[in-house]
């Protein structure tokens, strides 16, 4: 009885130990692995990858962290750890956090990409290219093509100059390359401020009434009207709601950067498009004729037309 109930148990034991080497996933290199800091100091770092091996970092791998990084990693930490080996010369499993942050930064563009969404980088330098705005550990590149209202026919020592004139702004950006293997990620301003307008103009049709009155920047001026910037969207004034007197074009009422107060005069949900007044927050000529003027009154005019 004892001999059956020992073998009983030992096959439970070997089919114990089988299921455990059966779920038991073999690391590859290029896996990305959670891993808890056992220890850390000058030789590197020890990582409980919840492996059967230790994962390894070595001191090089901290140091391209980044001193400040690599000096707030503490024991118990989880972090992300990229495989280099399934095993080292030791047994263990030689692991990289510097790439896995660079790895995990490839992903993170990847979905953008993907998604379609914007994302704001700060220019870090540039070159006779463009601009070199860095995604967390991988560096990025605005071309100068894709810079928002950036001449084209410009010499090489003024294209230079407005290009180090941008390094240190913040700017709304689109990915529209990601190639891992050549390193490649490429941005673009233009299409991210496009973006981003699209979402503040319907913000702003969200938020706005027909009747409202609200303040505005002139932006550019057509023959046709004048565009105001609300808040990082643009509404037109037509240049039939510019005045009520005759004007032949709207820089005889504004000019680009006058700040102005102006009618909602009409939300187009369907175009994305805003409608705004000026001469509405003016008083109607025709209401203040009977003020201004009185029967058999001798007064002068120009002819403005002959029909």
């Known amino acids: 009885m004892t001999n059956v ?13 089988f299921q455990e080497g059966y779920d038991y996933r073999r690391p590859r290199r290029g896996d990305i692995r959670r891993g808890i800091v056992l220890s850390v100091g000058p030789q590197g770092a020890v990582l409980d990858l919840g492996l059967k091996r230790d994962g390894i970092v070595p001191a090089t791998d901290l140091q391209r962290l980044g001193q400040d990084t690599a000096a707030s990693i503490q024991v118990g930490d989880e972090v992300p750890a990229f495989i280099l080996k399934p095993e080292g010369h030791d047994g263990n499993i030689p692991v990289s956090l510097h790439r896995a ?75 529209i390359e990601v190639d891992r293997h050549r390193r490649r990620l490429i941005f673009s301003e233009r299409a991210g401020r496009r973006i981003l307008h699209r979402k503040q103009r319907q913000r702003l049709l969200n938020e706005l009434c027909e009747g409202d009155v609200v303040r505005g920047t002139v932006s550019t ?45 009409c939300l187009d949900h369907e175009r994305n498009r805003i409608g705004l007044s000026l001469k509405r927050l003016q008083p109607d000529p025709w209401t203040l004729a009977d003020e201004r003027y009185e029967v058999g009154q001798l007064v002068e005019g120009v002819v403005t037309k002959v029909v």
């Open 5 to 17: 109930l020992q073998q009983v148990t030992e096959s439970g034991f070997m089919d114990k130990l």
């Open 101 to 175: 942050r660079l790895e995990q930064d490839w992903l993170k563009v990847q979905e953008l990409l993907a998604k379609g969404e914007t994302w704001e980088g700060e220019v870090t330098g540039y070159n006779k290219g463009g601009l070199v705005v860095p995604f967390g550990k991988v560096r990025g590149f605005v071309p100068a093509s894709q810079i928002d209202r950036f001449p084209r026919q410009l010499g090489p020592e003024e294209k230079q100059r407005r290009l180090a004139a941008l390094v240190g702004q913040r700017l709304p950006l689109k990915v």
């Open 221 to 265: 001026l057509h023959n046709f009207g004048a565009f105001v910037d609300l808040g990082g969207a643009d509404g037109l004034v037509h240049i039939s709601e510019l005045s009520w007197g005759r004007i032949r074009h709207p820089r005889e009422v504004v000019q680009v950067g006058d700040e102005i107060e102006v009618y909602v005069l």
